[in-house]
């Protein structure tokens, strides 16, 4: 009998440890805003969906004890319908750590993104493959894109809070996703709004300077090819956040 117990209490064990992956995340998905012919529980399996996407998947190679995971919460606030079901949203982003040896949690970021388009049909399948981010069709496999661009960032966050340029693997995942310059502008932009965020909370973060390292000529190749908006947009940013290359900027993108 005795035998038995510790038997099944260690493949409890092994399964609670398979299970502990890195986040232990949230997600809401508000669409009061869509008109009420759509079915709303188009929005309640897109919600289930996103959170099991986030909390399934292993991100690193590592293994997370419960207590390890980083808590975050996403915020899928749905605008209006663009399209037969294309959305267009704004996502809100919060993530915090747990403070070693204590009860207590510290906060890695809080971020809004104003610009999300997507696509989605209910029980549509939420894949992401950072090899071939934009799938088969780019639109419905921008909003699983998304939620993988701010995993690795939060994750490049929690692992630089414990060593010194120890998420900078994370940081480069994120930003692998969107190199076209031409399809990613808009992405590389709200990555901007990202930095300038955790810049303004973490002044002077290792974030910013891993970004920003030998590429204020890619940005400003980038964005000299934008319209008069995003290029505007994208200097105010540029000029705040890397200061050094401020003057290229200005000069660039004036």
């Known amino acids: 009998m005795i035998k038995n117990i510790l038997s099944i209490t260690y493949g409890l064990l092994i399964v609670m440890s398979a299970n502990a992956q890195e986040f232990e995340a949230r997600v809401n998905v508000n669409a009061s805003r869509i008109s009420s012919q759509v079915d709303r529980k188009v929005f309640q399996t897109l919600q289930t969906g996103l959170q ?57 970021i809080n971020h809004q993104d ?22 088969t069709d780019p639109v419905a496999a921008n909003l699983t894109a998304i939620f993988a661009y701010y995993a690795y960032i939060i994750l490049g966050l929690d692992y630089n809070s414990f ?20 399809e990613g502008r808009n992405a590389i932009l709200n990555s901007l709004q990202l930095i300038n965020t955790v810049n303004t909370d973490i002044p002077n973060s290792m974030v910013v300077q891993f970004f920003f390292q030998g590429r204020s000529n890619e940005l400003t190749k980038i964005f000299k090819k934008a319209a008069p908006d995003e290029k505007n947009r994208a ?20």
């Not at 999300?116 to 071939?132: A, G, I, M, S």
């Not at 060593?163 to 031409?182: C, I, V």
């Not at 200097?235 to 004036?254: H, P, R």
């Open 235 to 254: 200097l105010d940013i540029l000029t705040k956040v890397d200061i050094a290359n401020s003057g290229l900027y200005k000069q660039e993108l004036k």
């Open 114 to 135: 104003d610009a999300v388009t997507f696509k989605y049909v209910e029980f549509q399948p939420l894949e992401f493959n950072e090899n071939r981010v934009q799938g």
């Open 163 to 182: 060593a010194l340029r120890g998420g900078d693997a994370y940081f480069q995942k994120a930003q692998n996703m969107y190199e076209n310059e031409t």
């Open 52 to 108: 099991t996407f986030l909390n399934n998947r292993k991100w690193t190679n590592e293994t997370f004890q419960p207590n390890e995971r980083v808590v975050c919460s996403f915020l899928l606030n749905i605008e209006k319908t663009i399209g037969t079901n294309v959305y267009q949203a704004t996502l809100g982003i919060q993530a915090a750590r747990p403070v070693y040896n204590s009860s207590y949690q510290t906060a890695l």
